[in-house]
């Protein structure tokens, strides 16, 4: 029994919301740092969750724990049948598994797989970590690799590690190499192209064996030498790998046992090669079923109706050490053949780390970026915690204000004043009349004075007292969940937090009902 209609819920994240079948195959990523509880909190929960829907799928695995967890988790919820171990015992030909499916078509997809391998190696010893390589080496790497596998196939009806190594080997160095009886005696490469195109196995169309003789007597010549010994010595050095050890056991034997479209009928398929004891071969390994798996399930629909109705789902702890150039192209394609993506990592650096390269860092915000479904964990990384606050993104926010004050004003003042005026006047006049018959005359004199004198004091005094209070708020547009708070207030679980873990769970283009926005903060018991 498994479920089928996306909306089917299969988790309640609070009384009012759900994460649903559509949610899952939109991709979730978890970010947590060491000891954050991400593994034993939202992931235990998740992994729960696929497990009871009666999801295939596949696992990679860094520490050897992973695979005891992954049997412990099947075991729980009912799934211990469904459980397969890829390991050493088991095994997978890839060339074979390829051919076997499209024949001629496949040796495409095959070239693919050995850039793949090729790629890993590089990131596996972190020398793709050097900035500033030449993507001209990767084409014409790719161009050589494309030219051997047709002739070989033809000639043999097969193809293996070890003879794709000896063709390369043995290509001509030079344009007279090709006529050169002695060179053609002892050439490989010489002997696979004669039986390709007068005695094939399998055969090539014309226009594409003219094709590839012109390349291997012209074009490969020319390539400049260092060039051509860098490829030749990357490339068989790579895949000698595959001729030795654990590689060859699980990818190179005679017997397949396990083949990605298992997974399409409900087996989940934990790839038991830890890097951490594997090392390089467990990147290598685990990177080239990992690419074949998603190659599968991306055509799936193409498939009758029983292998693509079934939801799957990949999972990756500690995703950054089986990252490859492949993931981002998958995420944008897999929700419609119902992949459950889910990664888990520590921080954004560890992505940048890992994929190296003049771009890394853009090309790691935008894996994780294709991912729907965010739950950010305890984090002590500051990059990390940005871009999450960045994710969550900005509200406007009020900050309340308050100012209160009191005044008390006494005064006292004391007058005093005193004024004296003193003045005088004078006068004196005459005055005569004459007239027939008489005459008089008149003398007058007037003359005065005053004094005053005065003075004034007084006294006042006055008091006033009084209250003020004002409230109000400011408004400003600030992150919803301060970077801060991701390494302040989220529980990471054990017993001094009752073995809770919290974090922040965000969905793009969703409001959840419990909170009013697009994240909530989630508990998840370990």
Same mark, same amino acid.
């Given at each position: ?6 909306? &089917? ?16 195959? @939109? ?6 740092? +060491? ?66 499916? %499209? ?50 196939? @033809? ?51 014309? @226009? ?24 030749? +010595? ?59 798996? %998603? ?26 050490? &089986? ?22 990592? %520590? ?7 890992? +994929? ?7 090309? @790691? ?45 006494? &005064? ?87 073995? +809770? ?24 018991? %370990?």
């Amino acid at each position: 029994m498994f479920v089928r209609d996306l909306d &089917t819920p299969l988790l309640r994240l609070s009384a009012e919301d759900v994460f649903t079948l559509e949610d899952a195959c @939109a991709g979730v990523h978890v970010f947590g740092g +060491i000891g954050s509880g991400k593994t034993s909190g939202s992931g235990k929960m998740l992994a729960g969750a696929y497990l009871r829907a009666g999801m295939g799928g596949l696992v990679t695995a860094v520490k050897p724990e992973e695979v005891d967890l992954w049997r412990k988790y099947a075991a729980e919820h009912g799934r211990s049948n469904s459980l397969l171990l890829f390991d050493e015992n088991e095994g997978f030909n890839f060339l074979s598994y390829e051919l076997a499916r %499209q024949g001629m078509d496949g040796i495409g997809t095959v070239t693919e797989c050995l850039m793949r391998v090729i790629e890993a190696a590089k990131k596996a010893s972190r020398t793709a970590t050097q900035r500033g390589g030449d993507p001209f080496w990767g084409d014409t790497t790719r161009q050589v690799l494309r030219y051997a596998l047709p002739p070989l196939f @033809a000639a043999g009806g097969s193809l293996s590690i070890g003879e794709i190594i000896r063709f390369i080997n043995t290509a001509p160095a030079s344009v007279k190499d090709v006529t050169d009886a002695q060179w053609q005696e002892r050439s490989f490469m010489y002997s696979v192209m004669n039986r390709a195109a007068n005695h094939p196995k399998v055969s090539m169309e014309r @226009a594409a064996l003219a094709d590839t003789i012109r390349f291997w007597a012209e074009e490969y010549p020319a390539i400049p030498e260092k060039t051509r010994g860098n490829i030749v +010595i990357s490339v068989t050095t790579v895949l000698d790998r595959f001729k030795h050890g654990r590689l060859a056991r699980a990818f190179c034997g005679k017997t397949t046992s396990v083949v990605p479209e298992l997974s399409f009928g409900g087996a989940v398929i934990v790839l038991a090669m830890p890097t951490l004891t594997w090392n390089e071969d467990g990147i290598i390994g685990q990177q080239l079923f990992k690419f074949l798996w %998603q190659r599968g399930v991306l055509s799936r629909n193409a498939l009758a109706e029983q292998h693509h109705e079934r939801p799957v789902f990949l999972w990756s702890d500690e995703a950054q050490e &089986t990252v490859s150039s492949f993931d981002g192209e998958f995420l944008s394609m897999c929700r419609g053949s119902k992949c459950c993506v889910t990664f888990m990592s %520590q921080s954004l650096p560890s992505y940048v780390a890992r +994929i190296g390269g003049d771009n890394a860092e853009a090309d @790691a915000r935008g894996l994780v970026g294709k991912f729907n479904t965010h739950v950010f964990h305890a984090n002590a990384c500051p990059e990390t915690n940005e871009w999450a606050a960045k994710t969550l993104g900005k509200v406007m926010k009020r900050h309340p204000n308050y100012t209160a004050g009191s005044s008390d004003n006494v &005064t006292v003042g004391m007058n005093a004043g005193s004024s004296t005026n003193r003045g005088s006047s004078s006068g004196f006049g005459t005055s005569h009349s004459y007239g027939p018959g008489q005459g008089n005359h008149g003398l007058n004199f007037n003359s005065g004075g005053n004094r005053s004198d005065g003075s004034s004091w007084g006294e006042n005094r006055g008091r006033s007292s009084g209250n003020s209070e004002s409230r109000g708020y400011s408004e400003s547009m600030e992150y919803a969940f301060e970077p801060g708070d991701f390494g302040r207030i989220l529980m990471t679980g054990g017993k001094s937090n009752g073995n +809770i873990v919290t974090g922040v769970w965000f969905r793009a283009g969703k409001v959840f009902r419990a909170s009013g926005t697009n994240f909530l903060l989630e508990r998840f018991r %370990q």
